[in-house]
C-alpha cells in the first residue's frame, strides 16, 4: 500500500508569492496533520483536518490556512512568503478523528524562499 | 520554556555502545508520548511509544517518569544504522497535535 504522498518535493519561490502544497493521506485515513520543520528544529503543528473540519490549528499566522477535499487529500497555502516560512512542510496522515491515532508523516516538500 | 526538550548532542558513540537520551516535557496533563527517528532529509517515522511500565523493542527501551515528566531512550549494542535524530514528541490532546522536541543527534561510529 502507497504511504503519504506529498507534492511538489521541492519548490523555490520569492518573497510575497504565494504557495500550495498537497498532501494524499493513506487509504482509508481520514485525518491530515500539517507540520513545519525548519533546520535544526523538530517538526511544529500547523493544522489538522478530520472529514473536512480543522479540528486543531497551531500558532501560526493567518497567512496559512488548509483545507481537506471529500477524497481526504489536503492542500496547504501559504501566502505572502517570507523568508522564514523556508522549511520542510510535513503532512502526516491518521486513521481517524481520535487524537490518540499514530500519525504517519509524508516525504515533505521542502520549499525555499528567496 | 519549551513543550518539549532534549539535548541536541551530538552523542558520538562506537557501534556495540549503549546510549541514553533523556527528555522533559512541560504540560503534566500529557498523557501520550512517543520517540521518533529522523534520518537526514527524510521524514519522522514512529519509533516507538511510552509507556508508564516502560516498554521494550529489541535493543530499545523506552521510560516515563510522570512525576518528574521526564521520558527517556536507551539504545543498546548500537549499529552503525541507527546514526539519525531521535525526536522525543509528546501528544497535545486539546489541539489534536504532536508537539516536537528540537531532536538528539546521535552518530555511531565504526
Partial sequence: ?114 | RKEVEQDPGPFNVPEGATVAFNCTYSNSASQSFFWYRQDCRKEPKLLMSVYSSGNEDGRFTAQLNRASQYISLLIRDSKLSDSATYLCVVLDTGRRALTFGSGTRLQVQP
Avoid: M
Fill in chain 1, 1 to 114: 500500500d502507497a504511504g503519504v504522498t506529498q507534492s511538489p518535493t521541492h519548490l523555490i519561490k520569492t518573497r510575497g508569492q504565494q504557495v500550495t502544497l498537497r498532501c494524499s493521506p493513506i487509504s482509508g485515513h481520514k485525518s491530515v496533520s500539517w507540520y513545519q520543520q525548519v533546520l535544526g528544529q523538530g517538526p511544529q503543528f500547523i493544522f489538522q483536518y478530520y472529514e473536512k473540519e480543522e479540528r486543531g490549528r497551531g500558532n501560526f499566522p493567518d497567512r496559512f490556512s488548509a483545507r481537506q477535499f471529500p477524497n481526504y487529500s489536503s492542500e496547504l497555502n501559504v501566502n505572502a512568503l517570507l523568508l522564514g516560512d523556508s522549511a520542510l512542510y510535513l503532512c502526516a496522515s491518521s486513521l481517524g478523528g481520535v487524537s490518540t491515532d499514530t500519525q504517519y508523516f509524508g516525504p515533505g516538500t521542502r520549499l525555499t524562499v528567496l
